[in-house]
């Protein structure tokens, strides 16, 4: 404990005394991180988009005209059965032609000649979906299946769904990987500059005798300071602008589904503290490993 503090004290004299290089590395730090978590946000409000989406999913089994009660019960115990499926309902073709005029809004006059009794449109099975993947494994089972007809062939838009999902996280990763080396790479040489500056000094302690381990905690330290202080300065940042843009969107007609401010407050300051603590300290420890032999 004793030698934590002392080494603590250290790294803070350290800091004050190359004002200039310490100011420097935080605004660096903070800049980086900054644009962390305005990938972060944005990343995050993709996300809930797409699983918005992915929720929605529904699709259709168009039914024969002449199935028997007890087909239609098979055909719905057999739809319930499937892994990921989470409601479902029998709409009427009365029903699927009243919705179908109402989702067709001011041009249902292309309507005109159909009408109840001549209605075109079958009884079906609407399906909700837990996952987007469910629609193959519901269109799988029910092939071939007495009483149906078809099933909505959404397998196409599904997948689309499925890849764009898939895309997005995938490059959240690489912009994220991304990310964490720029700032070690600013970390690294920043730390460099200091170990330069002191490079006397550690020549002295390593002929006196001082360990490796010894000459490396007090830039470790260091290089965790700039890197929380520049974490808490772009995260009170980000939160400042988040505020404001969440306000003036959702008071906005183009209202959207965005991630509230006290959802950032408790998910992401911790990140970005975390984060500014971790990336200091690896680069700090990259300089020294790399950059002196010590």
């Not at 890849?163 to 990763?173: D, E, F, K, Y």
Request: hydrophobic share 45%; net charge negative.
């Amino acid at each position: 404990m004793q030698k934590i503090k002392m080494f603590t004290l250290d790294a803070l004299k350290s800091l004050k005394r190359n004002k200039t290089i310490t100011l420097a590395s935080i605004v660096t730090v903070s800049a980086t991180l900054f644009i962390f978590g305005v990938f972060l946000l944005v990343a995050q409000t993709i996300n809930m988009g797409v699983e918005s989406v992915e929720s929605k999913v529904e699709i259709k089994a168009y039914l024969n005209d002449g199935i028997t009660s007890t087909e239609q019960s098979n055909v719905e115990t057999i739809i319930n059965a499937v892994e990921g499926v989470k409601e479902v309902y029998y709409e009427t073709k009365e029903e699927a032609f009243e919705n179908f005029k109402e989702r067709l809004g001011e041009d249902n006059s292309i309507l005109t000649g159909f009408s109840e009794d001549r209605n075109p449109l079958p009884n079906s099975f609407v399906i909700s979906l837990e996952e987007p993947e469910a629609a193959m494994r519901v269109e799988d089972a029910l092939t071939g299946v007495r009483g149906v007809e078809d099933v909505g062939n959404e397998r196409e838009t599904v997948e689309k769904i499925i890849g764009l999902a898939r895309l997005i996280r995938s490059m959240g990763v690489v912009i994220f990987i991304i990310l964490v080396l720029v700032s070690l790479f600013l970390i690294s040489n920043t730390i460099k500059l200091t170990v330069y500056s002191r490079r006397r000094e550690i020549g002295i302690m390593k002929f006196v005798g001082a360990t490796d381990w010894f000459i490396r905690w007090p830039f470790i330290i260091e290089g965790m300071i700039m890197g929380l202080v520049g974490g808490v300065i772009a995260f009170g940042v980000v939160y400042s602008a988040y505020r404001v843009i969440y306000a003036d969107v959702t008071q906005s007609m183009f209202y959207a589904e965005l991630v509230t401010p006290q959802y950032v407050l408790q998910n992401f300051s911790w990140q970005f503290g975390v984060t500014g603590l971790v990336i200091g300290a690896l680069g700090s420890f990259i300089a020294l490993k790399r950059f002196l032999d010590v």
